[in-house]
């Protein structure tokens, strides 16, 4: 076999210039200083750089009630607590904004969980509306515990609840309903506490 038949077999069957051009163009391009990707800011960032007026990096339950009302979202200092307290990870009752990310996907995903269960599209929750999407998710509250909750979150006592609200309620019965299952060790519907896990599981709500 001869060398040009080789060489063709190997596929190289570029014409000589075309291989010189691509050469030159290879030559030219290291040349050329390579400018580094554009990093693209994240759309919440600025947002919450507004919010965190201080400049501290973080941002405290004031200041994420404070930019939640701004946005027409009626949010209580007392829901923002509990919104910090479940995705602050460095124990500092602050949020970064890693945090934060996390926290507002959360409230958009609510945002939706509430819209659905507003069905006369009312704008507020009724306690029957409450009451059928806790059954329709396989919770079992007697009427009279469901309604002190409700009572209890009715912050402006208008006989429905808002978004804070219903986060508020989500959260209770979440967290709550996670620590009895920690205790109900024979999957029967009862737990046992001591005084003092009970104590200590009480001041997961202060």
Known sequence: MS???GYHQQGYQQHPQQYQGQQQGNFYNNMVPQQPPMQVEHPLKKWFD???????GVISAKELSSALSKTGINFSKNCARKLI???DKSGNS???FNEFEKCHNYIMVMQQAYNSVDT???GT???QEVSNALRGA????GEQTLMKLFNALDSQKTGNLNLDGYIELCVFIGTATSIFKRHDQHKNGTAVFTYED?????STFI
């Open 3 to 5: 060398y040009n038949q």
């Open 50 to 56: 507004g919010v965190d007026k201080d400049k501290s």
């Open 85 to 87: 307290r479940m995705f």
């Open 94 to 96: 602050r949020l970064n």
């Open 120 to 122: 006369d599209r009312s």
């Open 125 to 127: 929750l009724s306690y």
């Open 138 to 141: 396989g919770y079992r509250l």
């Open 198 to 202: 009970y104590i200590r599981n009480l």
